[in-house]
């Protein structure tokens, strides 16, 4: 545990009754809440001193509406109010540092301890913006300075870290999807605090990770200083599983590392990997749509990688980033786990990065291979690489009759877009194997008309897991058993939500 860093529940309920349940649900998880007073209906020094007696410790805010704050309060009541908290011993107030309030407030913070806040909702200013913001806040001697932006950018976070490593006396942290690495990893650069939601229904920022996540999926409360960052850098990480497979087994195995989602779009990649390297993050997986596109930017490719013309990890040697792939190890043991391939027919559907490593593994077997894709050239052409057969998507209920095995390599049918099949459901019958690697939603449109035809089916979750697994051993050096860790990982992925 790290002495100097807490998590705070804000308590953003409108009545009295709703934010003293609210107080003690919290108290399970932390032993510090933020009584957000802009969100109650009538909040006067008499309710504030009921919720306080409520309170282990206390944080007392007062919000305005150009700060974040819910219900507009007037000055004089704000002075009202966070005065109540000072007479009342609260542990802390937080007051904007533009509070016309703030020049009296301050000399009367004596046992209650001064956090002076700026947010910006628009964006993340440069550091040297930042900097003399804080400066600013940090003459006027509050204890805490507390500096908020908007994250439009995962890099935007990358700003704040440097912050955090200038100052001591700092919370600091981004907002929005694009923030929420900032909040997990602010006990590793120094923040004091960082903010998580009692419930997702019930955060008080864009982009608050409610507290169940932050300590049993991130466990937070244990990131310190030393702690490694690995994270899977896709645009849309925020919808992978994979943080409910590693960050469980890291626990399991008592590792100091923590495992993130790494939001990147196309155009951020190549800054991503400038910071990641520069804040020495340990490893990555890599996802849609950088497995291709990544390549370029690393030091080195391992053979398979190379080979197989794609990559979905990233390991980091002291600033040198190694390229290596682990989907055809988890496509092969998913398939070998439920058929065997042994002079089988096998349609692949697909083109992409993915597709590259399946049929990687399989040309060293005995079966016969079709690929199909919405880009036929491209089909075309990855086919010819490996001397298999391409076919026209016009053909595919012919092709789908002619093969025993039907291997769902692109991302139709992924979140959002549950109800989408690469194929209609004619042409499944008994005796067919479905497999589909899109593992969000698991039960796909694909995998649900397989089992209704009565197929055989493998869903996503297969490859997902045997690859995890070999990305784990990559990662951390430790030798485990595929099975065990199988059996572990299928049990974290029926328990996550
Ligand atoms: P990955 O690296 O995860 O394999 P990718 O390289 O972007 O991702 O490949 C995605 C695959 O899904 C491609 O085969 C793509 O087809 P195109 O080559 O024609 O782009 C396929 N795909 C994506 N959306 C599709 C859709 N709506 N219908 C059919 N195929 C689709």
Avoid at 120 to 137: A, G, R, V, W
Avoid at 404 to 422: Q, R
Avoid at 454 to 483: K, P, S
Wanted: aromatic share 8%; proline share 4%; hydrophobic share 40%.
């Amino acid at each position: 545990m790290n002495p100097d860093f807490t998590i705070c529940i804000p308590i953003v309920a409108a009545t009295l009754e709703e934010a003293i349940r609210d107080i003690e649900k919290a108290r399970t998880y932390t032993d510090l809440v933020e009584l957000r007073l802009d969100h109650f209906d009538n909040i006067n020094p008499g309710k504030l001193q009921t919720l306080l007696a409520h309170c282990k410790r206390a944080i007392v805010t007062c919000r305005s509406p150009q700060q974040g704050g819910k219900i507009a309060i007037s000055d004089e009541k704000q002075f009202q109010l966070l005065t109540a908290a000072i007479d009342l011993k609260a542990a802390y107030i937080d007051i904007e540092y533009n509070s016309k309030n703030l020049p009296a407030l301050l000399p009367r913070c004596k046992k209650t301890r001064a956090i002076v806040s700026y947010h910006n909702f628009e964006q993340t200013p440069s550091l040297n913006e930042l900097q003399t913001i804080y400066k600013t806040i940090d003459s006027q001697r509050p204890q805490l300075v507390k500096i908020v932006t908007r994250a439009n950018s995962i890099n935007d976070c990358f700003t704040i870290f440097e912050l955090l490593r200038w100052k001591k006396n700092l919370v600091a942290f981004c907002m929005g999807l694009n923030g929420e690495i900032s909040r997990i990893l602010a006990p590793k650069y120094g923040s004091r605090l960082t903010f998580a939601g009692l419930t997702d229904d019930k955060t008080s920022a864009p982009g608050q990770i409610d507290i169940h996540q932050m300590q049993t999926v991130y466990r937070v409360p244990k990131i310190n200083a030393d702690t490694k960052c690995i994270g899977v850098i896709g645009e849309y990480a925020e919808h992978s599983r994979s943080k409910y497979l590693h960050n469980p087994l890291f626990e399991l195995h008592k590792l100091n590392y923590v495992f993130l989602p790494f939001r990147v779009a196309a155009s951020e990649l190549a800054e991503f990997l400038q910071n990641f390297r520069k804040f020495d993050f340990w490893g990555a997986a890599v996802t849609i749509p950088h497995k291709i596109a990544i390549m370029p930017y690393l030091d080195d490719i391992d053979e398979t990688a190379h080979s197989i013309g794609a990559v979905n990890t990233v390991l980091n040697f002291n600033g040198q980033l190694m390229g290596c792939n682990t989907d055809r190890t988890g496509a092969m043991h998913a398939l070998k786990q439920h058929c065997n391939l042994d002079g089988t027919r096998i349609l692949v559907l697909g083109a992409g990065g993915a597709t590259r490593a399946i049929l990687y593994g399989l040309k060293n077997e005995d079966v016969r291979v079709t690929v199909v894709n919405r880009t036929e050239a491209k089909a075309r052409e990855l086919a010819g690489e490996y001397a298999f057969d391409w076919g026209n998507s016009a053909d595919l209920a012919r092709l789908i009759r002619e093969h025993d095995i039907i291997i769902n390599t692109t991302s139709v049918g992924m979140h959002p877009f549950v109800d989408d099949s690469p194929i209609g459901a004619s042409g499944l019958e008994p005796g067919k194997v479905v497999m589909d690697i899109v593992y969000n939603p698991m039960q796909t449109r694909l995998i649900r008309d397989a089992e209704t035809a009565g197929c055989h089916t493998i869903t996503g979750e297969n490859m997902l897991i045997y690859q995890a697994i070999q990305q784990y051993i990559l990662w951390t050096g430790r030798e485990v058993d595929f099975h065990e860790m199988g059996d572990f990982f299928y049990a974290q992925a029926k328990y996550s939500p």
